[in-house]
């Protein structure tokens, strides 16, 4: 901007005014989009009681200092008009200090500070566990790049699940994270439900919420991991007890198939080989786990992807970035670089090594997959 600015001639008196006019209203109106009560990812419209007392901390510190701003201007701005050198005046009595101001602006200030010092160390001791008693729901959360996986050692009446970019989570009941991540440092955030937190390789570090509410949560990753790091989002979905133990007893349970999904099944374990790095019947396999842990399987490098057992589940596929619905997934399929660039999918399956980077498949074989994933549930 001033580079610009630079650049205007230095007769153009009204020129540099509208410049400095414009850029005026153009940071303001940045600053009134970024703080919109209506975003699907906004912190002003807390869904949970951790959010809600995050926003609580985050509303008292920013009107405390915005008071003490506005005093401070106020007092600078008077003094300096009220007292400014005018032709004639004589110098004025010199003074030495002012006791009372001193203890003043030196016991006010150190109470503010004491006061949301122990408030906000209370808020990080109330956030570091779940409440005693409340029977939190255990989930491990992976970050891998660039899409989110979740594990629940006891989803419900000891069945263990794994699921991605959606987590599913009963209403009204506390969820304790474990956070994790496969390959380098992502960030954990949901934001109408709980801060920041981040996911560091060969650490574990929690966090819990709780939603008070039914409803759809857009979360993100917040630490810039690479090339998709903007695309690498996830979404938690908390539905009423009910639905959650449904989505727990279907899970796994081989689906009905048509004849066009069983032609699907077959190419998802033979010519797709989509089973080398997905898992669509239940969680992941000791080899998948394995290879997510030294990078290797049958000696040659992989990354494996998202578990699609509960895919037909979902809303959303692809780290939250496409609806699921059938025209989507026949466009991801047939060249998911197109539509999400850098993906380990489209760099390393054998059916994508190709001049155009498209599938190896027919547009028959391509709709019987489609048929096929959008029956898993």
Not at 171 to 180: A, H, I, M, N
Not at 205 to 227: H, I, K, S
Not at 242 to 269: C, D, N, R
């Amino acid at each position: 901007m001033k580079i610009i600015y630079n650049l205007l001639p230095r007769n153009a008196t009204k020129t540099r005014k509208n410049f400095f006019l414009i850029s005026l209203l153009s940071l303001s109106l940045l600053l009134f989009v970024g703080c919109s009560y209506d975003s699907p990812q906004t912190t002003f419209d807390p869904r949970g009681p951790i959010a809600e007392i995050q926003g609580m901390l985050f509303d008292v510190l920013i009107w405390v200092m915005a008071i003490v701003f506005v005093i401070v201007e106020f007092v600078l701005v008077y003094a300096a008009i009220k007292f400014r050198h005018k032709p004639g005046n004589p110098l004025p009595k010199q003074t030495h200090g002012n006791t009372t101001l001193e203890v003043a602006w030196t016991i006010i200030p150190t109470i503010l500070i004491l006061g949301l010092g122990v408030w906000s160390v209370q808020v990080l001791w109330d956030m570091e566990k779940p409440p005693v008693g409340s029977d939190p729901l255990e989930i491990v959360a992976t970050g891998h790049q660039w899409w989110f996986e979740f594990n629940y050692p006891d989803a419900a009446n000891g069945k263990s699940i794994t699921t991605a970019n959606e987590m599913k989570i009963p209403v009204g009941r506390p969820v304790s994270l474990s956070l994790e991540s496969d390959d380098v440092i992502h960030s954990f955030w949901v934001p109408k439900l709980a801060g920041k937190q981040d996911m560091v390789p060969t650490r574990e570090n929690p966090l819990w919420f709780m939603a008070d509410e039914e409803g759809y949560y857009y979360g993100q990753c917040a630490e810039y991991c690479g090339t998709q790091h903007a695309q690498m989002k996830f979404a938690v979905k908390a539905v009423s007890e009910e639905e959650y133990i449904k989505w727990v007893e279907g899970y796994g349970e081989s689906p009905s198939l048509s004849t066009e999904a069983q032609l699907g099944q077959q190419l998802f374990a033979g010519k797709g080989q989509c089973i080398t790095c997905h898992s669509s019947a239940g969680p992941d396999s000791e080899a998948l786990v394995q290879a997510r842990v030294n990078g290797f399987l049958n000696g040659s490098a992989i990354a494996p992807g998202p578990n699609l057992t509960d895919l037909a589940t979902r809303d959303k596929f692809a780290a939250g970035i496409y609806d699921r619905n059938s025209e989507n997934l026949k466009d991801w399929i047939t060249n998911p670089d197109e539509l999400k660039s850098g993906n380990y999918m489209s760099k390393l399956a054998q059916i994508y090594q190709t001049e155009d980077g498209n599938a190896n498949l027919t547009e028959s074989e391509v709709e019987a997959l489609v048929e096929y994933l959008q029956s898993l549930k």
